[in-house]
């Protein structure tokens, strides 16, 4: 003991003998700068191994050159070019915009003057790449029958379930009905499963993985969430990414455009959360492996979520009709929640999604409840507080007066289509079509002919087609209202691609040169700040 104590002693004498030459105040800001400086190696080592090093370094590199004097302004100034053009195909302006109350009430006449607003919409009967989703005109048909139905319960509001109980029956049948499309009827789902209605699929993913999170901190006590995606997922995963803060982990996808399950099993640590697989995918129409996927999720106890935006309303009828559908839905086990869009081949009003969960202990995690408000107790469901009823009663309207037969019978019609589609773009010399597609979403490139300049001509000719990118690709959702046109649409297609072929270069007010050099643009912080510069200008 006395040694040790003798050691301890002549080491304090000869620190502060090697120490007594420095400063006090060096003395105390090395162990702050030493801590800086770790920070910062900390950082830059997650950057790299989050974003690979060449994207951190061109990020520096842009920042220092726009340091350069007149650099930014420049670039402000190209910027402001872009977003120009990119708006040049606008029909109005801000400065047309009505910004006060007129002084005397125009009555009836908005009637008049809404009609006129509408009248310089485009032509999007049978033209458009998904958008619209029931057939015929919006005034007669099926239209008609939803728009009724939302007429009649315009007024109410499920936030008072007091009151309008009818529209809370409303909803817990429209719930009801697409879980059993999507495996609640079956034994290996578990036989717990539930849901909510929602404005849309943006807001059924942002509830499924806020949803997720929570659940998974209650579990397994994470704090630092992240979540596995393929690069083919939706947008809005990367949105909800951004709003409740978890890190995203993006795989690529494999040579057959599908997420990559030994990428995703890569990806796995103790602050997983959860994965995401497509059924199908917005850009491609291919089925992710789910099976493969689920029992992943299974293995390491972490949530799965499937996205059914575009392929609830159709998958279920399709496999019914003998077509060869991958397993998708509740039957797979490690399936946690499902997000499918009643707005798009459901044939209801635009505004109409479900989130559904395996059970309900899952679900719980999706409510806010608030105990301490002066106002009163308050429980919400959703993002949304007050939610229009009459969304929801069109939604039941579309299901009930359609049923089974009517969608078996509708998805009969879009899938033999889409494969005529698909056929008729494989027989065009110089186009191919992407991956072998599950469903009603056909994408195409070309190696022979700038494929976005064949956008510009088919735009010309009133087609409004997705542009996508890696690889550069068009695709075309089919619904109900190509049914009747996908002829005209194939002779276009050919015609177009003929017409770039005999004149290639970018037409006057075409925008694939915005869109090529948009894709070949390693900066890709200066895309996303053009993309925001768009945005904040047109709203």
Known sequence: MELAMDFALRLRDAANHHLSRYEPLVLLAAPLLALLAARTLHAAAAAVADRGLRTVLLALAMTAIKLLPGVSAYINAEKRKVVDQLQSGGTSTKSTLRTELPTVGLSNQVINDLETLKARDVNWQGKCSGTVYIAGSESEGHFALINKAYSMFSHTNPLHQDVFKSVAQLEAEVVAMTAALLGSKEKSSGGQICGNMTSGGTESILLAVKTSRDYMRTKKGITKPEMIIAESAHSAYDKAAQYFNIKVRRVPVNKEFLA???????????????????????????????????????????????????????????????????????????????????????????????????????????????????????????????????????????????????????????????????????????????????????????????IFEVNDIMSSKGWHLNALQRPNSLHICVTLQHTVIYEEFLKDLKDSVDTVKANPGPISGGRAPIYGAAGKMPDRGMVRELLVEFMDASC
């Open 260 to 450: 990559d399950v030994k990428g995703f099993k890569r990806c796995i640590n103790g602050n997983t959360i959860m994965m995401v697989g497509s059924a199908p995918g917005f850009p491609h129409g291919l089925i992710d492996p789910i099976e493969e996927l689920g029992e992943l999720a299974s293995r390491y106890d972490i949530c799965l979520h499937v996205d059914l935006c575009l392929g609830g309303f159709v998958l279920p009828f399709a496999r019914k009709l003998g077509y060869p559908i991958p397993p998708f839905d509740f039957c797979v086990k490690g399936v946690t929640s499902i997000s499918t869009d009643v707005h798009k081949y459901g044939l209801a009003p635009k505004g109409t999604s479900i989130v559904l969960y395996k059970n309900h202990e899952i679900r719980k995690h999706q409510f806010v409840a608030v105990t301490e408000w002066t106002g009163g107790l308050y429980v919400s469901p959703t993002i949304a507080g007050s939610r229009p009823g009459g969304l929801i009663a069109g939604a039941w309207a579309a299901m009930t007066s359609l049923g089974l037969n009517g969608y078996m019978e509708n998805t009969g019609h879009i899938m033999e289509v889409s494969k005529k589609i698909q056929r008729g773009i494989e027989d065009i010399p110089g186009l191919f079509v992407i991956g072998k597609p599950d469903m009603t979403v056909v994408a195409f490139g070309s190696d022979s002919v700038d």
